[in-house]
């Protein structure tokens, strides 16, 4: 299958630093990214639908200011959390899109995901 | 608004059988997944159900009733691996995913 991933595994940092996390698909070309953040014993949440070439689209409630996505090109997409804060301390989740193989629809691939601790 | 159901923690015996359920009102409907995630690790791809019906693949098997809103997810011969949450994900009329809570799976010897 298709390979996603994602650097770092994992960061702590310290409160009003910035952090940017990279996500990338190894084999396949995404046109489409999505990062998505966990708190604990909670679903995914998604934040934002980054694609290539065109600005991000976020979900409501996520501050676009504070969560920068940038995704250059059709292998590479990054997130940065700007003046983080303990409350932003979670668990960072990227995917991308691609078809699987000859069904019709496009799954998702996942990163193994970027813990971030910010103290 | 859209919404995803599916029970929150389950518990099972190695061996035996476990069916997760799912309940789903989304606007539109393009698909079902099921997903299993690892504490502490990314999701990974179990099933896609489309059509109205049961689809095998191994131990585990996903039934989708597109008239009821409702899918399942079956696990045959558990094992202490199948420990894990259980996600189950709609993608709506517009091509985005919508998430359950997850079902949290524990598997007792």
């Known amino acids: 299958g298709a390979v996603v991933s994602q650097h770092p595994s994992w960061v702590i940092c310290k409160s009003g630093t910035s952090v940017k996390i990279e996500c990338r698909s190894l084999?396949?070309?995404?046109?489409?990214m999505f990062w998505y953040r966990q708190f604990p014993k909670q679903s995914l949440m998604l934040m934002a639908t980054?694609?290539?070439?065109?600005?991000?689209?976020?979900e409501q409630g996520v501050e676009k200011d504070k969560f920068l996505i940038n995704h250059a090109s059709l292998t590479l997409s990054t997130l940065t959390v700007t003046s983080a804060h303990p409350e932003d301390s979670s668990f960072y989740i990227c995917?991308?899109?691609?078809?699987?193989?000859?069904?019709?629809?496009?799954?998702?691939?996942f990163g193994p995901g970027t813990r971030l601790t910010v103290l | 608004g859209q919404n995803i159901d599916q029970p929150t923690e389950m518990t099972a015996t190695e061996g035996a059988i476990v069916q997760i359920n799912c309940t789903y009102q989304?606007?539109?409907?393009?698909?079902l997944f099921w997903y299993q995630q690892h504490a502490g690790e990314a999701p990974t791809f179990l099933s896609y159900?489309?059509l109205d019906g049961l689809e095998e693949k191994g131990r585990f098997s996903s039934f989708l009733s597109r008239s009821k809103g409702y899918s399942y997810l079956l696990l045959k011969e558990l094992q202490m691996k199948d420990s894990a949450s259980y996600l189950c994900?709609?993608?709506?009329?517009?091509?985005?995913?919508?998430w359950g809570a997850g079902t949290k799976l524990i598997i007792k010897p």
């Open positions: 980054s694609n290539e070439g065109s600005k991000a689209t976020y």
């Open positions: 995917s991308a899109e691609g078809t699987s193989g000859s069904m019709s629809y496009n799954e998702q691939f």
């Open positions: 084999d396949f070309q995404a046109t489409t």
């Open positions: 994900a709609v993608l709506d009329s517009n091509y985005q995913l919508i």
């Open positions: 159900n489309v």
């Open positions: 989304t606007s539109g409907f393009n698909g």
